[in-house]
């Protein structure tokens, strides 16, 4: 069964950074786009970034310059790195992979981030 798991989240200080990660347990994970999604209480789901299969980048206005992500095939996984990190980070994170042949659509579990002093 294809499963997407976060991990990396947890409770950081204004201005602090964080690392998540969306491991994978697929068959040729380089087939698969994937993207980071967030949702605070309250709100709805948001965009955060997004990785191609080819690497290609894409972020929210709302974290450009601070986030990055970043993917390691060989690993089955996306990175999220976390810089800067403001209180109206604080929400829910997921991942989510999508195959390019559309057979697949998986998301992850979520891994809560905080950012509180």
């Known amino acids: 069964q294809v499963q997407l798991v976060e ?4 409770l ?7 690392r998540l ?7 040729f994970f380089s087939i698969y786009a994937v993207d980071w999604y967030r949702r605070a ?5 948001e965009l955060v970034a997004a990785i191609s299969t080819g690497g290609i980048a894409n972020y ?8 990055t992500i970043s993917r390691d ?7 999220l790195q976390m810089n ?3 209180p109206e980070d604080t929400a829910v994170y997921y991942c989510n992979a999508k195959s390019i042949d559309g057979r697949f659509d998986i998301w992850g579990q979520g ?7």
Not at 12 to 18: C, K, M, W
Not at 21 to 27: D, E, F, P, R
Not at 111 to 117: A, D, F, I, L
């Open 7 to 10: 991990s990396g989240g947890g």
């Open 12 to 18: 950081v200080q204004p201005g602090g950074s964080l």
């Open 21 to 27: 990660s969306c491991a994978a347990s697929v068959t």
């Open 41 to 45: 209480p309250g709100e709805q789901r």
């Open 60 to 67: 929210a206005d709302s974290v450009k310059g601070r986030f």
């Open 73 to 79: 095939n060989a690993k089955n996984t996306v990175y």
């Open 84 to 86: 800067s990190l403001k």
């Open 111 to 117: 891994t809560q981030v905080t950012v509180s002093s």
